[in-house]
């Protein structure tokens, strides 16, 4: 399975600011993705990032909101903007290869608390 | 509304017994089901997988069945550990979704001495 780093792991931000996060693939992967898990709550599919293309973002996200990037294979950021205490969360990025009956895997999150 | 649901968000078994998870869903569509279990400060790790032409799937202590008419799966570890304590997230994935998860809420497992 390929190995996935995120960065930060965790931070601390004031409201109204902005924070990127980092995901680094291992290897080339077909498709990533970013999930929130906010607290006590399950992991909810932000959006796909598309290579080379505006991201696929789910029903309740919007990019203004969670700017996404994807430059090559092995890479994405993911911004979380304009932040309010309710974008305290756990941030994900998962990657898989897209085929069927494949498993996604998952790096180590991001746990961003906004004050 | 939650396609995906674990009714317990906890369950409390003692080392070298039977755990069982349990996991509904509600869409039709899903066609390929796994599990993940995620220790804290850690992103979810994946454990088995099953697909919706089969009913059962084993890997070492644990097995993970599957009733499409109930929309009912289940995940079984036998013989329990302390280090199997963690959440675990049931998931679901549409055929064709590449690989776009929709989570449970997830159970608390421990494992007691």
């Known amino acids: 399975s390929a190995v996935i780093s995120q960065k930060p792991s965790r931070d601390i931000c004031q409201r109204g600011t902005s924070l990127t996060i980092q995901c680094q693939v291992d290897s080339q992967v077909t498709m990533m993705f970013w999930y929130r898990q906010q607290p006590g709550q399950s992991l909810t599919l932000i959006a796909t990032a598309n290579q080379g293309s505006e991201a696929t973002y789910e029903s309740g996200f919007v990019i203004d909101k969670f700017p996404i990037s994807r430059p090559n294979l092995t890479f994405s950021t993911l911004t979380v903007s304009n932040m309010s205490p309710e974008d305290s969360s756990i941030y994900l990025c998962s990657v898989g290869e897209g085929g069927m009956n494949t498993e996604a895997f998952f790096g180590q999150g991001t746990r961003l608390t906004v004050v | 509304d939650q396609q995906v649901k674990q009714n317990s968000p906890s369950l409390s078994v003692q080392e070298g017994r039977i755990s069982i998870l349990n996991c509904d869903y509600t869409n039709s569509m899903f066609d390929y089901f796994l599990w993940y279990k995620k220790y804290p400060a850690e992103g979810p790790t994946f454990l088995i997988s099953i697909s919706s032409i089969k009913d059962k799937n084993e890997d070492g202590r644990f097995t993970v069945f599957l009733n499409k008419s109930a929309k009912h799966l289940s995940l079984h570890i036998v013989p329990s550990q302390p280090g199997d304590s963690a959440v675990y997230f049931c998931?679901?994935?549409?055929?064709?979704?590449?690989?776009?998860?929709?989570f449970g809420t997830g159970t608390q497992l421990k494992v007691e001495l």
């Open positions: 998931a679901a994935n549409i055929a064709g979704g590449g690989n776009k998860l929709t």
